[in-house]
Structure formats: structure tokens, C-alpha cells
């Protein structure tokens, strides 16, 4: 049995941390736990709780005039159900986000959003697997 229990947080890395923060606070009713203000040895970052038990995304903003490192391409937030899912698509329609239909896939429904930076979110909620 593995020792870890699951993933603590993704860091992104953004040149406007106040609109990322903006963005899942938007679309999935996120709340800012800690913000730091930029030191001379560490940028400002933002930690964001993402249905609480230790789920966060911290947000670090990138230096003014430098682009951003490498930054995550896609990841995947769990929702319970497909009630919740659907209910974050119509936060994100509600914004004016990005978000595409919800999809079935064998194991979950999914859907799609695009953050502030362009990076690909899917949001999931697990399905019964169809039998075939």
C-alpha cells in the first residue's frame, strides 16, 4: 500500500496572480488561504483551496518581466457528482469562461475549462463503468 494518500497541491506559475485567483474563485467557488507578498528571495504566491482536505492549488506569480517557467499543461479537479459538475459548468457560463459541453466517458463525466493563462482544466465526476 503506498505511503502517500493522495496530492497535496500543483503549483502554476502566472504573470497576474490576483486574476488566476480571480478565475477558481469564479468558476469553482475557491477561497485564497495564505497570500505572501513578494520578498527579495521569493515571489508573491497564493495558496487556493480546492474542496478543503488538503487540496490546493498554490499560485506563484512571475517576476514583472519575465515570462512565467514552465507551467502545468492540464490537470484534473474531482467533483462528487454529476449534479456538481453540471453546476460548475454553469458557474463558468455565468463568468463568461471558457468551458466546454459535459462529456461521458467510460469511467466519469468530464468537461473541459481554460484558465486565465490558457492552460486546460478537466473537471470529473465518476460514472459507473457502461457495460459492454
Known sequence: MPLT????HVVAVTSELDR????????????IVFDRAASDD???M?????????RYLK?????????PRPRVE????????????????ERALAHEL??????????QWILWLRD???ARIQVCAHASPAVV
Do not use: C, H, Q
Open 5 to 8: 494518500s493522495g496530492i497535496n
Open 116 to 118: 486565465p493563462d490558457g
Open 59 to 67: 499560485l506563484v506569480e512571475a517576476e514583472a518581466g519575465r515570462s
Open 20 to 31: 488566476m485567483a480571480r478565475f477558481y474563485a469564479d468558476a469553482f467557488d475557491a477561497r
Open 98 to 107: 471558457d468551458v466546454s459541453e459535459i462529456e461521458r466517458i467510460p469511467t
Open 74 to 89: 492540464s490537470f484534473g479537479l474531482a467533483v462528487a457528482g454529476l449534479d456538481e459538475l453540471a453546476a460548475v459548468r
Open 46 to 54: 497564493a495558496i487556493v483551496e480546492l474542496g478543503g482536505e488538503g
Open 42 to 44: 521569493v515571489p508573491r
